[in-house]
């Protein structure tokens, strides 16, 4: 994203600023526009959320004034007129966003994979580029919205700042370069608990200030498998087993750690080729590479890279939504995205048995109490009829008994016939066959 600052810069001096629609204004989503308002060139100018008091704070929080600065409007038509007084719009309605025709860009910064299909399809078939910081919908959805957006002419992109996006960054600096890239994947920093819930967690989300649903898909693993079938999907990489070996480990470790175990470096990996996550390397993200150019190896080594043959790329940050502007204006000025699925369906976040769920219970979702997230081969998946996880939400109910722990399949629940995520996802599901 070398030179970003520049253009932003010359759009700020031409007058022409990027006006940018935002749906959630919850954590990310304020943290989101405060950066956006500290920047050149570019307005988080429409910002929804289904409690008005939320986006009411995130820009009074960023130093606005409500009547001054930006007021409350509910249909498109009024605020279209409002940012054409030059006010910023809070709005209940996601349409603001998506349909008014100041905005040039839209990001979902809801994590609800219902919504966000919503908001990707609105914004293409309004000709706007779609940023989505809702990796939940993505997974499951993503390649259908890739195509729909690119034969519309405009960028589907996930986000920088996300683990995904920036394992990106380090991927396509690795392969520009010609490096034989062996393995990337994220950092974890506590240990899954798989029994997790809204619940056990309340405390300790009321502490820091967070959701208890957004802090109980971290714990229960949820999270993880999700940026890791990004990142597969993105770059063709697989996981070596489901869930991923998820091993302990410094950065110093991972050369070692991530290779192959018959190569007797204390490796856990049975190929190459693969995404991991390691519980101890967190906040950042990684990728291993190698070379058979000696003269390469030599100076890798000059360089104290170590001595090989594994090499470690380490990114000891990742700034959520506050880099997602960058990936506004990567799509806006370059008309690039930051990460997309362009492997095609590698990967899937499959559904998990929580509890122990009877015939007739419904489902809840991401971050819940029935459910948790899984990452696996689209192959294995397809095999085994696995349930996208995306495709869950509160009309789901169970057809039969499946034990705590178990993969749920297809077979094993009635879906939501009115789900837009399931009709996408069955036009994508005909795409690959």
Do not use: W
């Not at 995904?164 to 690795?174: H, I, K, Q, R, S």
């Amino acid at each position: 994203m070398l030179g970003l600052n520049y253009k932003l810069a010359q759009l700020e001096q031409d007058g022409a600023p990027i006006f940018v629609g935002i749906v959630g204004a919850g954590q990310m989503g304020r943290g989101m526009v405060g950066q956006m308002m500290s920047m050149q060139g570019m307005k988080p100018a429409v910002l929804t959320d289904v409690v008005l008091d939320k986006a009411r704070l995130a820009y009074t929080n960023a130093g606005l004034t409500e009547g001054r600065d930006f007021a409350h409007a509910e249909t498109v038509e009024e605020g279209g007129r409002l940012l054409a007084d030059g006010k910023f719009v809070i709005s209940t309605n996601n349409e603001l966003a998506t349909k008014c025709a100041a905005v040039r860009c839209v990001v979902d910064a809801t994590g609800e994979p219902e919504v966000g299909a919503k908001v990707a399809v609105d914004a293409i078939d309004h000709k706007k580029h779609i940023v989505m910081l809702n990796v939940e919908t993505d997974v499951c959805i993503g390649h259908i919205l890739y195509r729909m957006a690119t034969d519309a002419g405009v960028v589907y992109t996930g986000s920088a700042g996300d683990e995904p996006g920036a394992v990106m960054e380090l991927y396509d600096f690795a392969m520009a370069l010609g490096f034989e890239v062996r393995a990337i994947g994220k950092g974890k920093n506590n240990k899954i608990d798989y029994d997790c819930n809204p619940d056990t967690v309340a405390e300790e989300a009321n502490r820091r200030g967070v959701s208890a649903k957004m802090l109980c898909s971290f714990k229960d693993g949820t999270k993880t498998m999700v940026e890791m079938t990004a990142m597969a999907n993105a770059t063709g990489f697989v996981p070596d087993v489901m869930g991923a070996h998820g091993a302990a480990g410094g950065v110093k470790d991972l050369p070692d750690l991530l290779s192959l175990k018959r190569e007797g470096r204390g490796g856990i990996l049975d190929k190459y080729g693969v995404v991991e996550y390691i519980d101890g390397v967190a906040p950042g993200v990684f990728l291993i590479f190698t070379t058979d150019q000696p003269d390469i190896k030599h100076e890798l080594s000059y360089l104290c890279m170590g001595e090989g043959p594994n090499f470690c790329l380490y990114r000891p940050y990742h700034l959520c939504s506050l880099e997602t502007p960058l990936s506004v204006a990567r799509a806006c000025i370059e008309g690039e995205p930051t990460i997309v699925p362009r492997a095609g369906l590698v990967a899937e976040t499959g559904t998990v048995a929580k509890i122990d769920l009877k015939a007739g219970d419904t489902l809840d979702g991401i971050g819940g109490f029935t459910i948790r997230g899984t990452f696996i081969s689209a192959e294995e998946a397809k095999a085994k009829r696995v349930l996208p996880m995306g495709l869950v939400n509160k009309a789901t109910k169970m057809r039969r008994d499946v034990k705590r722990g178990e993969l749920i399949t297809y077979d094993d629940v009635e879906l939501d016939e009115n789900s837009l995520m399931l009709r996408l996802r069955r036009q994508q599901d005909a795409m690959f066959a």
